[in-house]
């Protein structure tokens, strides 16, 4: 047994794991209590302190908060609340021929005491929604938001303080070596969510305890417009899906892959649906957030400097302010494969455009790179979408659309590989945060019995015929 008596957090772990029974042994009712307080605490109590701490964080407009984390997390409760009791019901299942005279069943039981671990983008919606999951089947938690957006951090703090004990669920602040001393506790499963780096140190660290993993990591998300594409359509939803958050989103489009023939009338409806949305004035809009810290700015700033000294075009944007972290919504074609834009996931307000000739050299483009977490399509063409989807590998698709497959809870939601491993969301996050822990009853003797040992002829000629037959 591993000794981490001189754990800073040993105190709260070791309070959850002696009570991760008591709470595991709970009915689906005391679970949904426990959800709804949350959701009543989302809705009401802290609705405006979380708005506010987001304002401060990095300007993050009223409505995105509404939008993007206070209603996915409301939302993802009410469904959690309707179907949990179907959830928690053994599931019954066959009996092979060989197996006659027992019966067997699956039991969803809770993984014990489960870490979570969250980004600073989406602070509230990656935070809490999977708690939800974990307190749905039956965990003791320990959450542990991002540094980066301490005030709202702080304001999670307090509710959760308020809403639970600590040898339920406990929200430890602080910077990384916080994650990094709880990563050494034998959790029985750790969530993550952020960079697939951090996601490489987060699975070696679980490895030495054998504590299972979800790994909702990032990457860069291709985004394909296809010459049949209702173009107008496709850039309402890019523009929108793309700057939503300042770009600071896992599942934003990264790049655009667009027919060489319709570049032109791309560019231009770009222009203008940037406008539309945030006036010509960028910079004064109520609807655009900032970039998080001077870390990101920098980054981002540097990475459209090193784009245009590589010969890239910028077709829209391109200007900065330090002073407020301010990057404008930026449209960069003819970026070289060598540029930091197209080597590194963005996460910022910038959109690099490639054209391409055939589809054929789309997907061998987007195969040479990591598995993506989201790809989206825009295509009217049926068979167009049906050979890129057959042939490319993603976490997740959106055709004609962008980012939205996100708040679909009947969708599981997560990467493969570089950009994750396992599932969040509704039944997919229950499952994840569960043990299936199978059960077979015998309660006859069956045809098995036939075969226990002494081993004759008799018992051969048996068991090679139930080879052959069943
Ligand atoms: P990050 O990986 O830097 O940090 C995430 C969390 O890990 C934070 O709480 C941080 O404190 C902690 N952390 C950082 N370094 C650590 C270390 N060395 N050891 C232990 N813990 C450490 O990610 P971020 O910058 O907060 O978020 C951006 C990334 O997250 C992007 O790659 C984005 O695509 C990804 N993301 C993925 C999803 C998803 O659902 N798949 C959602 C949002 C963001």
Known sequence: MTDYSDNKFANVFDK?????????????????????ALKYALEKTYRQALRDAMYKDFKKPQVEVDLTEIYLVVKEIKYVCSNLKTWLKKEKVETPLTLLGTTSYITYEPKGVCLIISPWNYPITLTFGPLVSAIASGNTVILKPSEMTPNTSAVMAEM????????EVALIEGEVEVSEELLKLPFNHIFFTGSPQVGKIVMSAAAKHLSSVTLELGGKSPTIIHESAAIENAVKNIVWGKYLNGGQTCIAPDYVLVHESVKTAFIS?????????????????TSFCRIVNKRHFERLAASIEDAKEKQASV???????????????????????????????????????????????????????????????????????????????????????NAIQFSNHYLPFGGSNNSGIGKAHGYFGFKEFSNARSVLKKYAPGPLNLLFPPYTNFKETLAKLSIKWF
């Open 16 to 36: 959850q794991k002696a009570n991760q029974y008591e709470v595991g042994n709970t009915s689906y009712k005391t679970r949904i209590k426990k959800l709804k």
């Open 160 to 167: 959760v303080s308020e809403l639970f004990k600590e040898d």
């Open 269 to 285: 409806a770009f222009k203008k649906q940037v406008t539309d949305y945030y006036t010509e004035h960028v910079k004064t809009s």
């Open 315 to 401: 077709e829209f944007g391109g200007h900065y302010d330090a002073s407020d972290n301010y990057i404008a919504p930026t449209l960069i074609s003819d970026v070289p494969e060598s540029a930091t834009l197209m080597q590194e996931e963005i996460f910022g307000p910038i959109l690099p455009v490639k054209t391409y000739q055939t589809i054929d050299e789309v997907i061998q483009y987007v195969n040479s790179k990591e598995k993506p977490l989201a790809l989206y399509i825009y295509a009217k063409k049926k068979n167009v979408v049906r050979t890129i989807i057959n042939q490319t590998r993603a976490g997740t698709t959106c055709i004609n659309s």
